[in-house]
């Protein structure tokens, strides 16, 4: 585990969750008295012991509260020093790797059960979701024909005509029914399925907007980051993937291929760069279904 890193996605209750069960509960904070008495030096715990850690923290954001001491004169002519010690959710990740590193928590991939957690050292997402592809398609449309309206008539032309080399031929009918299509590939949850694909195994899970901490969904996405996970299913040769969008209530596999492979030419265009793709289903390889609790680097 590396000594310093940053956070782009945290789920805070499940690291909370992990943090509690890791130290039996958690106090509000950790007071530490260190005394001084005729030149000898020793430290004791307060309210809680020194080893337990992180005690005062805010959830979401930066730095909370402050690093505070305060000085006491004993009959013995003693002082004590009272530290409360702030934390964040960075740090409080970072323990809780030590930790469960310590401890043996966590195996590799390969060898882990269903419910033991993994720390993936090089993962990189893709969304997976042919709604969030359709929106993406539209959205450049959109915005090529609006560049194409205001430009001079030379560059016009010049838009128009790589425009039209690199995008599908449709019909008014057709855009109609593409517009139509992804307003009913409403998602299931709030979610979005991300997948990572290799040559010898497939990793799919979800993520949600509301744990991108100090971060955009473009930060992690399409990048290199480590992650900490629960294994929740293992697939050894295969799976049906996009169970967030109702296209998981199709059962005749040749709708949804008609769809999704129409989809997927487009994705793989070399003008347009897409965040997205559209994988259905992974086949004859291990697929490792994931519950993401971070991804850092």
Known sequence: ???????????????????????HGYSEYEELALSSNKGENSRTAGEASINTGFKIFKLGGSLSGSLSKS?????????????????TISSILKQVL???????????????????????DSVVFQINSIKHLMDEIDEIMQLVALVSSISTDETNQNIKQSHNRNRPQKTKKEETDFAKISKLLRSLCNGEEVL?????????????SEYLYQAIKPDIINTNLRCLCQLKRKHDNGASLMKNTILSKIKDANIKEILISSMSDISKNEVYDFESTAVSEIVEK???VIEIIALYK
Do not use: C, H, W
């Open 1 to 23: 585990m590396k000594e310093l890193f940053l956070p782009y996605y945290v789920n805070t209750g499940r690291l909370l969750d992990i943090y509690s069960i890791l130290n």
């Open 71 to 87: 000085k006491e004169k004993t009959e013995e002519d003693e002082t004590r020093i009272t530290e409360k010690k702030v934390q």
């Open 98 to 120: 030590k930790e469960m590193e310590q401890k043996k928590y966590l195996k590799p991939l390969n060898e882990a059960s269903i419910g033991e957690f993994v720390e993936l």
């Open 196 to 208: 990572y694909e290799d040559d010898k195994y497939a990793i799919v899970g979800n993520i949600y």
């Open 286 to 288: 291990p697929v490792y």
